[in-house]
């Protein structure tokens, strides 16, 4: 088992790679790819999620749902309302993505839209009606070519010291 999440090694890599290629593959088969038995495949993964390496959830398409514009938005917020402002943010069902910008005052969101028009609604409405808030730029995502939930560390990032160590333990 690794001994800390900043620590992930070969193995963990191969069940991750695995989990996201096909989130209901069982822990028997994930053992049958790796070579590494069923209980062992369970506890890593039970380990992953404890330790906050990776959560397990189902991952929305919303162009499944008729989403299918996407706006990034730039906005300067006044440093005494950033809170009030922030909590009101993430209680808006069309914002998909939050965040601090560089600067104290900058938040930078995405925000998914049925069309152009629900699109400009929420710029010159509810954007606009938020006290505090001034709209410093956005722009039209034509098509996103990647999601976070596509990404992985390099392969790099697994320690292989831990699977030496590990088959040198097997072996003896």
Do not use: C
């Not at 090694?9 to 790679?17: N, T």
């Not at 749902?65 to 996407?70: D, E, H, K």
């Not at 070519?145 to 320690?159: A, T, V």
Request: no cysteine.
């Amino acid at each position: 088992m690794p001994s800390s999440k900043n620590e992930p090694d070969q193995l963990d890599y191969e069940i991750i790679k695995a989990l996201n290629a096909n989130a209901r593959i069982s822990a028997v088969d994930i053992a049958r790819l790796t070579g590494t038995n069923e209980r062992t495949i369970r506890k890593r993964i039970e380990w992953l999620t404890e330790h906050k390496v990776f959560r397990l959830t189902a991952i929305l398409d919303p162009e499944a749902f008729g989403y299918s514009t996407a706006a990034d938005f730039f906005l300067e917020v006044t440093p005494s309302q950033q809170e009030a402002i922030v909590e009101t943010l993430l209680h808006m069902p069309e914002i998909t993505y939050l965040a601090f910008g560089q600067d104290t005052n900058e938040i930078s969101l995405q925000a998914r839209f049925r069309n152009n028009d629900e699109m400009r609604e929420f710029l010159r409405s509810k954007l606009a009606d938020l006290a505090g808030v001034k709209v410093a730029g956005y722009a039209l995502v034509p098509r996103i070519l990647r999601n976070i939930d596509e990404w992985y560390p390099p392969q790099d990032d697994f320690s292989i010291r831990k699977i030496q160590n590990q088959d040198n333990k097997r072996h003896a």
